[in-house]
């Protein structure tokens, strides 16, 4: 299995840009975990989704954050418009069940916002 | 609002010592521990996951255990490698069925040659 895969590892662009994250889970797993890591906050979780909804989003920072799982092998989590302040590593990881399921996480995501 | 701590932030020790690592939570009414290992740059990687009813996990010369009444696990590392330089993080699946995964923020591991 190609474990958890995200796209693209690194992403440069200017405040105000629309910011689109991208994440294919391992197959059969049922859940997906968006997750935001920086120095002064560490691991943070975003949202997650459970066979493809979502359960949980009170970690989603702003309105401007928004999380997509339109089928079970595809994800995307969107910032519109991108501020200085979302620069981090974003993670997607996921699970074969949430309250038993060890986490599998993706090599992140490096966002940069100028 | 499970909180997770990890105790200490850094370590560094010589090639070949044994070590514990430890983390607590506030919250006992959890579902599992996960520890994780992350190097420079990359993503997670998970070590040893310990479900509520268990007590401690093995694998290879990693060690974990479970304490859930007190709130608190350890990861034991026995006869470290330069190999096993890394930032070691723990997180609680808490109970309540909304949460995802809460971490503590990491130690990071230095073994010298």
């Known amino acids: 299995d190609a474990g958890v895969i995200q796209s693209p590892r690194h992403e440069v662009t200017e405040m105000g840009q629309e910011v689109t994250l991208r994440c294919k889970p391992i197959s059969g797993h049922n859940s997906l975990f968006w997750y935001r890591q920086t120095m002064m906050r560490g691991l943070e979780l975003l949202i997650y989704?459970?066979?493809?909804?979502?359960?949980?989003d009170s970690g989603m920072p702003e309105d401007r954050f928004s999380a997509k799982m339109p089928n079970a092998s595809f994800s995307t989590l969107k910032i519109q418009p991108s501020e200085p302040r979302d620069s981090a590593v974003y993670f997607c990881?996921?699970?074969?069940?949430?309250?038993?399921?060890?986490?599998?996480f993706g090599e992140g995501s490096r966002l940069t916002v100028l | 609002k499970q909180e997770v701590t990890q105790i200490p932030a850094a370590l560094s020790v010589p090639e070949g010592e044994n070590l514990v690592l430890n983390c607590s939570f506030t919250?006992?009414?959890?579902?599992?521990l996960q520890w994780f290992r992350q190097d420079p740059g990359k993503g997670l990687t998970s070590l040893l996951l310990i479900q509520s009813s268990q007590r401690e996990q093995t694998s290879g010369r990693l060690n974990a255990s479970l304490d859930k009444s007190s709130g608190r696990s350890t990861l034991y590392i026995a006869a470290s490698q330069p190999g096993d330089s890394a930032t070691y993080l723990c997180a609680v699946l808490s109970g309540g069925g909304a949460d995802g995964l809460t971490f503590g923020k990491g130690t990071h591991l230095i073994i010298q040659p």
């Open positions: 990881a996921s699970s074969l069940a949430r309250s038993t399921g060890e986490l599998f």
């Open positions: 919250d006992s009414a959890i579902y599992n």
């Open positions: 989704f459970n066979n493809n909804v979502p359960i949980d």
